[in-house]
């Protein structure tokens, strides 16, 4: 069993309400700071303060999508964001003055230090009065997004599924189950779609708002900032976007006509494009939620001890809710616990191929919460997205070694990596769909929700819109956008996948060439947190930080040679 690391400066029991937590902020604001000694310990005085308040707010979020109809668990969540963050903010950001005007901040060190002063200069620079109630507004919006994707379902041959369950008859080896699976999941998602575009409207002139506060142009230059991305520009997305378009595109144009060729279609429509093409069964590598933690426990535990053992402690103490059900919010998530040092886990299970994946993405992701827990300050552990994707996708690829306790049948085993490899390869298009439409997005704040549409549909088609013909299905393929919950819940947050699938290939690629070092250096990589800047994180992690299109290409031929050796 686990616990929560022993406060040696807020009160053991402290209740979250802000007459609670006022005086602590005070007397930080206030205190004397007479050594370099006084100063750092300052800093963990602050740090532990900030865990306990991001460990409260993760268990609010939890339980908020765990359970998206309790109106209890929602005002809960809302409390926080309406009546502590809005309070918080302000005074934080006298403290991030207090720290940088600091006559002994030069004394610090500044190998521990680099990273962190950098982020504290930028929210300084960034910070704005004006913007505090926004961002308020913000996180109560944004959270509808779960509330109206939760309640979706849809009932198939009398009985009633939540999407991602329904989805598991895209997979069916009989065309006509898997359209109307398809059709089903597809109208029910459209009955919202003026909901949706209503949300999305608002939080668009909200975020607009916030970087016209800050003294950007547009909502994207400002998340640039916002986002820390100190090592590439739009410049750079837009040139990784044409390497996919040119390198990859082209591999999965192949394997579609594969697809259609197998299958005997004159064209694939999308319920086509996730059945398997051998004619078999999809693949049921668990039968329930709880036969996925232990396989988990067990695949991890191959790969090395330590790994096994981070996901039996967070078993034994209750920190997974793996199956879908109505009424859950959609997608998956590992949420740290800043105080605990552990995380929860939180998925979509219906018992597929892809909930195995997740899972060890998660996974990862669960590793390096742990493996960053005892660096002493909190915001040490805030790693970038760039840095935090490249732990779980490593995981994907990395776990594939020990896959054997999920598939007892060789032939299984091969065709779960083939399907691993292509999913990798079709992460990228995807990536590049999505970050180029927000781009487009938010550098073009005043458009109207026709042209939204007519937008994706034109940054889409370069990338094969799936590889489907969706004549017939305009309005769905219009509104594909709307399913993915980053663009309503964390604006921007998507390059990394992309950056970070590059990555974990390259981490895959030394694992296959040496597996000791190369999760030895994967480790050594995830235990540095946010210590050091993204090129040397990757460095320790035995790659480079680089999208280029020479490197797009280089593995993704390594990947398309791997996917050869699978083949039957």
Same mark, same amino acid.
Request: hydrophobic share 30%; proline share 5%; charged share 30%.
């Given at each position: 069993m686990i616990a929560k690391k022993p406060r040696t400066y807020i009160p053991k029991n402290l209740e979250v309400k802000w007459e609670n937590l006022d005086p602590i902020f005070q007397e930080l604001q206030n205190r004397e700071i007479n050594s370099v000694e006084d100063l750092e310990n300052w800093l963990r005085n602050r740090s532990e303060l900030e865990a306990a308040l991001e460990e409260d707010f993760a268990w609010r979020y939890i339980k908020m999508t765990c359970d998206t109809n309790s109106e209890k668990l929602l005002q809960d969540f809302q409390y926080f964001a309406t009546e502590i963050e809005p309070k918080i903010a302000p005074i934080a950001n006298e403290l991030n003055k207090k720290f940088i005007n600091s006559p002994?901040?030069?004394?610090?060190?500044?190998?521990?230090?680099?990273?962190?002063?950098?982020?504290?200069?930028?929210a300084l620079e960034l910070f704005r009065e004006e913007n505090i109630p926004l961002f308020t507004e913000i996180q109560v919006e944004q959270q509808k997004y779960q509330s109206i994707t939760g309640a979706m379902s849809v009932t198939l041959d009398g009985k009633e599924y939540t999407l991602e369950q329904a989805s598991v008859f895209l997979k069916d080896t009989d065309r006509a189950k898997r359209q109307q699976a398809w059709e089903a999941i597809t109208k029910r998602r459209l009955q919202d779609k003026d909901k949706l575009d209503e949300l999305f409207n608002g939080l668009l002139k909200l975020r607009h708002q916030v970087a016209k506060n800050a003294g950007f142009e547009n909502f994207r230059d400002y998340m640039f900032q916002a986002l820390g991305r100190f090592d590439?520009?739009?410049?750079?997305?837009?040139?990784?976007?044409?390497a996919i378009e040119r390198d990859i595109v082209p591999i999965l144009y192949q394997q579609a006509e594969a697809r259609k060729k197998a299958l005997q279609l004159e064209s694939l429509k999308p319920w086509d494009m996730d059945v398997d093409i051998s004619g078999k069964p999809a693949l049921k590598p668990f039968n329930s939620g709880q036969e996925l933690i232990d396989k988990s426990i067990a695949c991890f535990e191959a790969?090395?001890?330590? #790994?096994?053992?981070? +996901? !039996?402690i967070m078993k034994a103490n209750s920190l997974f809710d793996v199956e879908s059900r109505k009424g859950k919010a959609p997608g998956g998530y590992n949420y740290p616990l800043a105080e605990t040092g552990a995380p929860f886990i939180f998925m979509n299970s219906a018992n597929t191929f892809r909930d195995l994946t997740t899972m060890v993405h998660e996974g990862g992701h669960a590793v390096h919460t742990f493996i960053t827990a005892d660096l002493e300050l909190n915001d040490f552990k805030h790693c970038p997205s760039e840095v935090a994707e490249l732990a779980s996708m490593s995981m994907e690829l990395i776990s594939m070694d020990k896959w054997d306790v999920f598939f007892y049948n060789e032939a299984d085993l091969k065709r779960?990596?083939?399907?691993? #490899?292509?999913?990798? +390869? !079709?992460?990228l298009p995807w990536v590049a769909v999505v970050d180029q439409f927000q781009h487009w997005i938010y550098t073009n704040p005043d458009h109207t929700t026709g042209e939204r549409r007519e937008a994706w549909k034109q940054i889409f088609e370069p990338f094969g819109?799936?590889?489907?013909?969706?004549?017939?299905?305009e309005e769905a393929l219009e509104n594909l956008w709307q399913k993915q919950l980053h663009i309503f819940e964390v604006p921007f947050y998507y390059?990394?996948?992309g950056i970070a699938q590059l990555g974990a290939i390259a981490v895959w690629k030394n694992y296959k060439e040496n597996p000791q070092e190369a999760l030895s250096n994967y480790l050594a990589a995830l235990k540095l947190g946010y210590t050091k800047t993204i090129k040397e994180i990757y460095e320790t992690a035995g790659i480079k930080f680089d999208f280029s299109a020479v490197y797009v290409k280089q593995l993704a031929d390594f990947v398309k040679a791997e996917l050869a050796k699978l083949e039957d």
């Open positions: 002994y901040l030069e004394n610090l060190d500044p190998h521990t230090y680099f990273v962190y002063i950098r982020g504290i200069k930028k590439y520009t739009p410049h750079d997305c837009y040139k990784f976007h044409e790969l090395g001890p330590y #790994l096994g053992e981070r +996901l !039996k779960a990596k083939r399907d691993q #490899l292509k999913d990798v +390869l !079709k992460t819109e799936n590889f489907a013909d969706w004549t017939g299905y390059i990394e996948y």
